[in-house]
Structure formats: C-alpha cells, structure tokens
C-alpha cells in the first residue's frame, strides 16, 4: 500500500468522448505525476503537477490535461478520446525536493478502455 | 537509442536460484535509478533505488550500479515463484522518471 488512491479503477469509452481520472496523493506528498501505461510497455510520463501547477509535460498531445488542488489531489482530463489512449493511468506521488531522482510511488492506475 | 533498454525476456529461472536483471542507459548524467516490480494486471510497486555506484543490497535483493559503463542490474537471490513479474528499470530525473519496457521474470518451481 503506496497510500495513492486512484478513481476509478475501469472504465469504458466510446472514441471522441471526454474522461476525467482522480488520484489522491500519499500524505506529505506534494507533487503528482501521471503516466500511461500501454500493454507491454513501460510508464509514459505525461505531466507533472507541483503546488497546483504544472510542472513538466512529455510527449503527450494538449488534449491531455489535468489539475492540481490544495489539499494535492489530482486530475486526469482526455478529450477526444482515442483508440490508442486505451491504457492503464498511473498516478505517482512524490516529495518535491532540489536535485534529480525523486522517488515515485504508485497508485493501483485506472485502466481506461477505448471502443 | 532508447533511453533505458532492457530484455524484454521471458527470463526463466529455477525456484531458489539467483535471478539476474539488467538495464542499459544512455544518459551519462543521470542521477538515481530504480527497479519496480509489476505483478500482471497490477501497478508497479517499488523494489530498491540507488544513487551510488556499486552495491546495495536490501533482503534477497541486490541492484548494483556501474555509471561508467551505464550499466544497472538487479540480483534476487533464492527466487520463488511469487518472483514471477516484470520488472521495470527506471532512471530518476527532476521531473519525470523514465521506464524501460521491462524484463519478464519466470520462476520454475
């Protein structure tokens, strides 16, 4: 138990459709990244989110959102959704720190499936 | 080159022997690296991260670091079936954290 929560843990999607992925941080955690996960491959990191703001982005298109609130919690946000974004979403919560390699941990990721 | 390469295996070994896991990188500043664990239809879970090069060792789990030679590896000793995941090597940066594709480790009783 990683103490990050996330919500909710399926869901199904018709293509074009919006969805919104939530995700509780670890206490004393400050900052939220999300991955993306696809069948047989590592954790995509898609942004990061420190102090309500984002802190990071990957390759990932705009439609790719999310947001950060006071008490950490985050969100995922997909619009027009695609066949491709079927996926497990992993929330990770860290301890923002000076210097590289902090240590992330994950919640048990939502699997989001696109029909 | 990717960025982290692993095999992506199956590696098979016997129940009780030492399984080896490794990892290549191409970034020659990275800092922190790690190992998840990644049950099927699970999240990836923890194992070790280390810093410093050479060994760090934490119950049957060893993960040696070579920066020099941008080299990671991950020892279990006495594997057991509950062994039996993928495990994910992954370098440490300010932001994001990068993840190779993963080694299947299969454990044969």
């Known amino acids: 138990e990683t103490g990050v929560t996330q919500s909710p843990t399926h869901l199904i999607k018709t293509r074009g459709q919006q969805v919104t992925l939530r995700c509780s941080s670890q206490?004393?955690?400050?900052?939220v990244s999300w991955y993306q996960q696809a069948l047989g491959q590592g954790p995509q990191f898609i942004f990061q989110?420190?102090?309500?703001?984002?802190?990071g982005r990957g390759n990932f298109p705009p439609r790719f959102s999310g947001l950060q609130f006071p008490n950490y919690s985050s969100e995922l946000n997909v619009n027009a959704l695609e066949l491709d974004d079927s996926a497990l979403y992993l929330c990770?919560?860290?301890?923002?720190?000076?210097?590289?390699?902090?240590?992330?941990?994950f919640g048990e990721g939502s699997w989001l499936t696109v029909v | 080159q990717k960025e982290v390469e692993q095999n992506s295996g199956p590696l098979s070994v016997p129940e009780g022997a030492i399984a080896s896991l490794n990892c290549t990188y191409s970034?020659?500043?990275?800092?922190?690296f790690f190992w998840y664990r990644q049950y099927s239809g699970k999240s990836p879970e923890l194992i070790m991260f280390?810093?410093?090069?050479g060994d760090k060792e934490d119950g049957r789990f060893t993960a040696q670091l070579n920066k020099a030679s941008q080299y990671v590896s991950l020892l279990i000793r006495d594997s057991q079936p509950s062994d039996s995941a993928t495990y994910l090597c992954?370098?440490?940066?300010?932001?994001?954290?990068?993840f190779g594709t993963g080694t299947k480790l299969q454990v044969i009783p």
């Open positions: 990770a919560s860290s301890s923002q720190k000076r210097g590289s390699g902090n240590t992330i941990y």
């Open positions: 206490s004393g955690h400050n900052t």
């Open positions: 989110y420190y102090r309500e703001e984002e802190n």
């Open positions: 970034d020659r500043g990275s800092q922190s």
């Open positions: 280390i810093y410093s090069n």
């Open positions: 992954a370098l440490g940066g300010y932001q994001k954290v990068t």
